[in-house]
């Protein structure tokens, strides 16, 4: 049998257009499969064409006019106000226990804490009580998540506390407060003074920073929101939100230290920049300690012990038997609180007190919108910040308790809630983890827990608000020191990641370092960026193979992996376990030339046989035309018996050569120099590319398989791609450098190639 009869002719699939008119008609495979191109594939299960799926213009433009439809903006505006789903769905008998409980064990704790947060955030600790009252009120309207507490939160006011202090230094060393600044204009500082009576100018100008730096942060929310990129939360790794939440836990607890014994630290606050937290735990060690008060010291130790031993060996070690928590806070404030008056700690032992609490509800305040010209980049921070903590503890509890939270209505929850509150001269509002821990354990079951929390810290600041001014500032630090203690894990983990993953390691160790070393936003960023570097160069390091045949099971396995695998005789299936994009197709070239065959090693044998080559005899006319006819016959058909075909050439000879007159050397093909096998280590007739772990393709990538596919060619190698997801398969009808690649060599799967081919 000639070498015509030995081969089947090649089905000619010449564009998409003709494609889709004129689809291939599909073997009989009753009794045996023959194998499928992806033409054929397409064809006998139906796939639609790109004009009629769903991104055509006619259903988009069907379903935005269904969307300007009235019933359309009533079911959106709905949408946008959860609390109205909450009233509707709400079983009176079934949950109105569990709302009430939980509610008042998370006012009764949320009390102490915020004025113990307020203070962290350097600025009066009525302000706490503010931030857990109308904040909270705008979330339960909006907000979708049915556990968290809003309000206070740590990682928030360690951050205004740097914008605080950054303002209080810059205005210092140019020059003192005044209202003729532009940044207090008369009709702000009025105001101030009218709502917040009573402070010193140092607490109003703290106050003005704060309420103005939380609104900006509420604008960034709400465009961000608008913007929908709610799904930005998906990028803060578990690795690096351990090592941010462990090195500002450390922060909160060393910031601590100076007030709960009771010494003022004249140097707190005067440095910024690298190495602001050595050189604060510096200051307080020697400043604090030969100062300290000796009845705040004691006081501090006591109520540490007290909280400490009653949360962990009666609260959690009871939590089954116990409905409600014990508010063990809210009683060390009353016991303190009450000692403190009575004994006079302020006049007769030197102990810091609270002194100024006003009582009521504070006057509408706007916020200086020349403040929030200077501070646009940590309003910025503060509202990332925010939006990290809210986002992390909605979507665990919501994975808890089987139930959905929009990122981005959370996001316009947030928002709303920070701008709403900076009128009444509240701190950026986010989920504290202690209260909205407690809120889940103590039974809530809907958001109406959040007005009965909201209600009793709004009955403390109208009524009970004057009681705490004797407060000693150490127990309000000591109730933010044991709150800090469920922080302490997060500087175990490391041993955990050192054994599952290098990577995450590496994140963690450079996100606990950044935000220690620098400050909180500066820690921030240089966290987020290392983590998506480090993720980009995984991408860039894929994991790749050579995948092998079991006789078996007939399937397909890495070689390098599996031992009861055989590689098929000219043939080699190549896998990239990475997107195939601008930054991987170096990687993805050099693999595939390390696995398969070598494109630069085939280049220098040709180059090295065309000038090795012998001239031969002119051939007549009649053998150049047969020459050229077998020589695309050979180039443009499929080889049933590769085998075969492979040792009837090697017995041709190494090389054909085929020599025409110095006036016809301008028509000598390439492929006419075609290497033998036997010159290459790996004899490969067909080079497939499993593309099954390619999730993506841009422009770039299919012009460079385009590119191999054309250089393999003309060494008679086939190169071939199977497994390829939709996108892949667009991407590639999208590029015009891709049409004889797709028309030729696109396979719906690798054993479809086995079945055509014959290997």
Known sequence: MDSESS????????????????????????????????????????????????????????????????????RWMLSKVPVVDVFRTYRFRDYVVGDVLAGLSVGLLAVPQSLGYARLAGVPAVLGLYTSVFPVFVYFVFGTSRHLSMGTAALCCLTVAEVVRKYEID???????????????????????????????????????????SFLAGVFLVSMSIARLGFVASYMSEPFVSGCLGANGLRILTHQFGDMLGAANPVRGYYTGPGEYFYGLFATVYYSIPGANWLSVVVSVLSVVTLAVVKTCVNERFARRIKVPIPIDFIVVIIFTTASHFCQFEEKFGVEILKTVPKGIPAVTVPSIGIMSSCVYDAFMLAIVAYTTLGIMAKLLSQRHNYPVDNDQELLANGLSALGGAFFCSIAPSASPPRTLLMESSGGRTQVAYIVSSVVVLLTMVVFAPFFQPLPVCVLCSIIFVACFPLFPHFLVWSQYRKTNLYDLAIYAVSITMNLVFELDTGLLIGMGFSLVLVHIRMQKPDTGRLAVNDGDVIFLDEKHYSKSRSMKNLSIFRFESPLYFATLEVFVEELNKYTVSLSSLKSRMTEVKVQKVPAPIPTEADVSMSSTDDENSFSKPEVDIEKTSVRENEEGNIRNVVCSSHNEHHIK??????????????????????????????????????????????????????????????????????????????????????????
Not at 44 to 70: H, I, Q, V
Not at 175 to 201: I, K, L, M
């Open 7 to 74: 081969r089947v002719p090649l089905r000619d699939v010449s564009s998409e257009a003709e494609e889709a008119e004129q689809p291939p008609e599909p073997r009989n495979r009753k009794s045996i499969y023959h194998g499928l191109n992806h033409a054929e594939h397409a064809f006998r299960y139906g796939r639609l064409p790109r004009s009629e799926s769903s991104s055509s213009w006619r259903n988009r433009c069907e379903r935005l006019s269904a969307r300007l439809l009235p019933k359309s903006w009533a």
């Open 171 to 213: 205005v210092q060393r140019a020059f003192p407060f005044n209202r003729t600044r532009p940044e207090f204009n008369e009709t702000s500082a009025d105001v101030a003074d009218e709502t917040v009576s009573g402070f010193t100018v140092e607490e109003t100008r703290a106050v003005a920073v704060a309420a103005s730096t």
């Open 670 to 759: 390439k492929e006419e120099f075609a290497v033998d096998s036997r010159c290459e280590e790996r004899n490969f007739k067909i080079i497939v590319v499993d593309c099954s772990a390619i999730s993506f393709l841009d422009t770039s990538g299919a012009k460079t398989l385009a590119r191999l596919h054309g250089e393999y060619s003309q060494f008679n190698i086939r190169f071939l791609l199977a497994n390829c997801c939709s996108g892949f398969v667009d991407q590639l009808k999208r590029v015009d450098e891709c049409k004889n690649l797709f028309a030729e060599s696109v396979y719906p799967s690798i054993h479809d190639i086995i079945v055509l081919f014959g290997n």
